[in-house]
């Protein structure tokens, strides 16, 4: 059997050292954080901040069918989203090694991430019928995105 000795200290988490994924998988389980905050426009993806602290910002996003990002990154936020419900398509776009551009699609079901970091390019759509929901998690810096176009060549260019 195996005992706790008495001199034993239990250290809370720091929740500066939990992952991303963790805590938007968290969030996303808690619908009572997020619930009432919950709207769907038939005009553009619908992003509203959910909570922020000093380490993080946490946002929950909808998504109706055909809505989607612009290519860009999170300039010097890191981070991850996961989906709550729907589906999603993150497309991510990069220059290879010999410099050729490189798009990988990642298909995306409820439950499912994706992390990413500062200049991680990539776009998210809803390509399924159903509307989608999503939360997503910034670190090291507020949300914000720098927009780029692809270059069939040379991959993704900062606009």
């Known amino acids: 059997m195996f005992a706790v000795p008495d001199n034993t200290l239990l250290r809370p988490e720091n929740p500066a050292l939990r992952h991303p994924v963790r805590v938007a998988l968290e969030v996303a389980a808690d619908r009572d954080r997020w619930k009432h905050l919950l709207r769907y426009d038939p005009d553009e993806r619908f992003a509203t901040l959910v909570e922020k602290d000093e380490r993080q910002e946490v946002w929950l996003m909808s998504w109706l069918p055909g809505q989607r990002t612009d290519l860009h990154d999170h300039a010097f936020a890191s981070g991850a989203f996961t989906v709550v419900s ?31 970091g500062p200049g991680y390019v990539h776009e998210v759509r809803n390509d399924g019928p159903d509307p989608a929901v999503s939360i997503h998690v910034y670190r090291d810096a507020e949300r914000a995105m720098r927009t780029y176009h692809l270059d069939a060549l040379g991959g993704p260019v900062l606009d």
């Open 86 to 116: 729907g589906h999603l398509t993150e497309a991510v776009a990069r220059r290879a090694p010999d410099g050729r551009a490189v798009t990988e699609l990642h298909p995306l079901a409820a439950g499912q991430s994706r992390v990413f």
